[in-house]
């Protein structure tokens, strides 16, 4: 991608950042993934595809990835960069259709959710209604892993969750932290 940091300026309030995330946040974000397992996986924000690759080189082929994208220049970007990828379901639109793909594709359930949506920038409202959908779509030993830059939202992640794990990882700009959310 030409500027990952010009478009991420330009959409801040959809990209919450500055820079792509670090080979560490990655690692932090995924590793608690049983990647032998998923069958369905959704991704909130594929950015520049960072996530989404490591995403792509771990699960089977068999395992269905849906990845969304709001900004139109991150998803050209990554349909170009992904076009032939088995099981990658790259959807250009609002996360909070996801619900509706997924019934489109008669899925009852997600194994895990990766969200790198900004929620320190939502309102409560947003996120009520994009994690009211989520926990019914999310199997019963499934997990939502959101990584933020601040705590603002963990009393929020609180009230749906009964399980938030956090983990944090200073080796990005900027330092994140990384929530394990289990029903």
Known sequence: MESFFKEAILSFKTSGT?????????HACLKDIDFERAENIIEFGAGNGCITS?????KRKST???SFELNEKFYNHCKKRFHNEDGLHLIHGSVL???KILESQKINSVDYFISSLPLSLFEKSTINSIIGKVIPHMNNDGMFIQYLYSFNRYKLLRKHFNQVAMDMTLLNLPPAIIFKCKK
């Open 18 to 26: 500055i820079r792509p995330s670090s080979k560490y946040l990655i």
């Open 54 to 58: 490591e995403i792509i080189s771990r």
């Open 64 to 66: 269905n990835l849906y």
């Open 97 to 99: 259709e996801f619900d």
